[in-house]
């Protein structure tokens, strides 16, 4: 039998690496962008730190992951936004095709409405951030394409955040991320980033815990509404 030769990259072992079960918990606990040790790790996964050591060479190897040392302890994390993509893309597709793990308790509803996807702000409130910046003709969207507008560059930079900075960087100044538990996107990029790093900087969300999800503070809600509400001002901050 005739096989082919096929060009450009291979997905298979990527996609091996990321299915492992114990992998996958291990992966979608570092996607809420913190660093976790092993043992962390290990009770994501619910498997032994042995096994959970193997694991970890594995995706440090492909470049999935990277690895600092503090003290006595090793610090993992995703290896970079490209992962992350790849991970919450995962994810989506999980929750589109029903494959939802249950996990009851208190946590669930602080996760769809606010969370922390990679290093941006999702659930309810990221949509919501979304829905009220393209409104405000501060954001355009083409398709799943989406544009810092000259009014929006204003409005930024009235919240103090640096734009010229922002679009310096490697990654996409905007990007819609579609959230697995909306179904509808919100706003990632480097944009989504320094928002969420803003409103922690101001005070307005806290993270619950360990987990990826956020609490806005009541005067951080009211702030958040104010702000980013339907009446928005792009020449004016918060």
């Known amino acids: 039998m005739c096989r082919s030769v096929k060009d450009g990259p291979s997905i298979a072992p990527v996609a ?12 979608a606990a570092l996607s809420g962008g913190m660093a976790l040790t092993a043992s962390e790790l290990a009770a994501e996964a619910g498997i032994t730190l042995q096994t959970t050591s ?9 470049g999935l992951i990277s690895a600092t040392r503090q003290g006595r302890h090793r610090y993992f994390r995703l290896a970079d936004n490209d992962v992350a993509q790849m991970i919450e893309a995962i994810m989506n597709v ?10 009851p308790g208190p946590r669930d509803p602080a996760l769809r409405r606010a969370r922390i996807c990679y290093d941006h702000l999702a659930g309810e409130m990221g949509v919501s951030l979304l829905d009220t910046l393209l409104h405000a003709n501060c954001i355009a969207r083409e398709h799943d394409d989406l544009t810092l507008t000259k009014s929006g560059a204003d409005f930024m930079d009235g919240f103090c955040i640096d734009i010229d900075r922002l679009s310096a960087e490697r990654r996409p100044l905007c990007r819609a991320c579609l959230d697995w538990s909306m179904r509808r996107h919100h706003l990632g990029g480097a944009l989504g980033a320094a928002l969420l790093k803003r409103f922690q900087e101001l005070q307005w969300i806290t993270r619950i815990g360990e987990s990826r999800a956020l609490r806005f503070t009541p005067a951080g809600e009211i702030h958040f509404l104010k702000t980013f509400g339907g009446g928005i001002d792009p020449k004016s901050g918060s």
Do not use: E, F, I, V
Request: glycine content about 6%; overall charge positive; cysteine-free.
């Open 16 to 27: 091996a690496l990321a299915g492992d079960p114990a992998r996958a918990n291990m992966l």
């Open 54 to 62: 193997s694991h970890l060479a594995k995706l440090a190897a492909a």
């Open 94 to 103: 999980a929750a589109r095709t029903g494959q939802m793990r249950t996990r």
